[in-house]
């Protein structure tokens, strides 16, 4: 059973323009959610991250968006820049003594960023 | 210059062959974690750890042990037993405690077997 899903495997994109990235979880438990980003064959880089008591958090060129009621997450990356093409994986995170600070991630979106 | 470490980049073996990725970070954290990424696929948790001598199984430790007898260190040990152990393995570490939800990550090693 896949708690957190990421529906579009790929995504293209003109410089400049922005990318759109969606996450979906169905854990209500899950309070916190963060955005990773991954180049090939080299571990995943923290991107940005929002609590549960939120529903924007921005950073840059980088916003993530949370409704809670929908169980969704978007990743806006405004403007798109050639090296934004990567891997982003969306996470979250559960917060109770059981849990611990496990995460569980989705199974990630190629973004690709055309000059 | 605070981070982790993984080795080998790129690891070999037979097929019936014990084989250890280590797994070492120098910020002081707590936690620490072992996933595996197939291709076109998420991350997946294999073991974690929250405290020294300690550790969980996560999603799909069958066919895998580790150990955590020093802060540090976080060996993973995939066994002849794991039926499909050519994968990318990620090792991760993280604070502890509440809002301590971000994990840092290694370079990862590439495991072939054969």
């Known amino acids: 059973d896949q708690q957190v899903k990421q529906n579009s495997p790929s995504l293209s994109v003109q410089e400049g323009r922005i990318s759109i990235l969606n996450c979906d979880y169905t854990n209500s438990m899950f309070d916190y959610f963060l955005w990773y980003k991954k180049y090939p064959a080299e571990g995943p880089t923290f991107l940005i991250s929002?609590?549960?008591?939120?529903d924007k958090n921005e950073d840059g060129r980088f916003t993530v968006f949370l409704n809670k009621s929908a169980k969704h997450l978007s990743l806006h990356i405004v403007p798109s820049q050639p090296g934004d093409s990567a891997v982003y994986f969306c996470?979250?995170?559960?917060?109770?003594?059981?849990?611990?600070?496990?995460?569980?991630f989705g199974g990630g979106t190629r973004v690709l960023v055309k000059p | 210059d605070g981070g982790i470490t993984q080795s080998p980049k790129y690891l070999f073996r037979k097929e019936g062959q014990n084989v250890t990725l280590s797994c070492e970070q120098n910020?002081?954290?707590?936690?620490m974690y072992w996933y595996r990424q197939d291709p076109g696929q998420g991350l997946r948790l294999i073991y974690y750890?929250?405290?020294?001598?300690?550790?969980q199984k996560g999603d799909i430790a069958e066919g895998y042990s580790v150990s955590r007898e020093k802060k540090e260190s976080f060996p993973l040990t995939v066994t002849s037993a794991q039926k499909n152990p050519t994968a990318f393995y990620l090792c991760a570490s993280s604070k502890t405690g509440q809002g301590s939800y971000e994990q840092y990550f290694g370079p990862g090693t590439r495991l072939t077997v054969t």
């Open positions: 910020l002081n954290h707590d936690a």
């Open positions: 929002i609590s549960s008591i939120k």
């Open positions: 996470a979250a995170s559960e917060v109770s003594k059981a849990a611990g600070n496990k995460l569980t």
């Open positions: 750890s929250q405290i020294v001598n300690d550790f």
